[in-house]
């Protein structure tokens, strides 16, 4: 028997399936890369307009208010950080990425994890669909992604959004599964409408949870995000695949420190964003 006859390649069937994509749907795809790449222009832009300096100052007052003293402090070292180290465009770039990525991935992952909260067997379905995304080396997302959308951000965020999606739709649904069933029961008892229910007793019940997974989705996003540096997405996933390129360990090593500071000040700014209410104003 021949041995190839066993052999299985999924390219064989994938590939065609992506030239049908690219032949019949490449306008919707062509409007997704426009809206998505405008989107991203307008926060970059946005936060490259300001002056470094006057844009720290502002993150640092506005942490001060929105959070706390140190969550202000933090923020005007991770800035500072990236702007002393001269990564600042960089630096920015990467934020706009992980923002788009990050409320796409949240507006995908949401209401699916709230459904499957409700419904079983649309959990029992989307679970191993979950575990093959969370399985997939994340690179492999940025194969299929650059082949429909070409080179650039768009294919990065895509294949961002993606990878972002499972930790948040897992956790979401465990936070829904968690809150107790008197409550929510309490809530239909006295009449009040299930969209009620959901945003004044069920979502402040599973804040905490919920939280957790959107510090997961932004971490794991950032981290794609430099992976994208491999496809043209620039930001400092670039930085780090030039010292790699060029064995230059000084630039690969300031880009992985600056990564490590735009990671502490998106995940303690949104950590104390959400987590305002319940816990007081610090110094």
Avoid at 5 to 30: E, I, K, M
Avoid at 129 to 150: C, E, G, H, K
Avoid at 153 to 173: D, K, N
Wanted: aromatic share 6%; net charge positive.
């Amino acid at each position: 028997m021949n041995p190839s006859v066993l052999q299985f390649s999924p390219g064989a069937f994938l590939a065609p399936a992506v030239d049908w994509l690219n032949t019949n749907l490449h306008p919707l795809f062509a409007a997704i890369s426009y809206l998505v790449e405008a989107v991203l222009s307008a926060i970059e832009t946005a936060l490259l307009f300001v002056p470094p300096v006057a844009l720290i100052a502002i993150v640092v007052v506005a942490a001060f208010l929105a959070v706390n003293v140190r969550a202000a402090i933090l923020a005007g070292l991770c800035l500072g950080f990236c702007l002393i180290v001269g990564f600042w465009t960089a630096s920015m770039q990467t934020v706009a990425l992980v923002t788009v990525s990050v409320l796409i991935s949240v507006l995908v992952a949401f209401p699916i994890g709230v459904l499957c909260s409700r419904y079983k067997t649309l959990e029992a379905i989307v679970r191993p669909v979950l575990d093959v995304m969370q399985t997939v080396p994340p690179w492999v997302y940025l194969i299929p992604a650059v082949m429909i959308f070409s080179l650039g951000r768009v294919p990065a965020i895509i294949a961002t959004i993606v990878y972002g999606i499972p930790p948040m739709l897992r956790l979401t649904t465990l936070a829904f599964n968690q809150v107790p069933r008197e409550f929510v029961e309490l809530g239909s008892a006295i009449g009040a409408h299930p969209r009620s229910v959901l945003w004044k007793i069920e979502i402040p019940l599973a804040k905490q949870t919920l939280l957790v997974g959107l510090n997961q989705c932004i971490l794991l996003s950032l981290a794609m995000v430099v992976l994208a540096g491999l496809v043209g997405a620039g930001g400092l996933g670039a930085e780090v695949t030039r010292g790699l390129t060029r064995m230059e360990m000084g630039l690969g090593l300031r880009a992985g420190l600056a990564i490590v500071a735009v990671a502490l000040l998106l995940d303690r700014l949104s950590r104390g964003l959400l987590d305002r209410d319940s816990t007081p104003r610090a110094a």
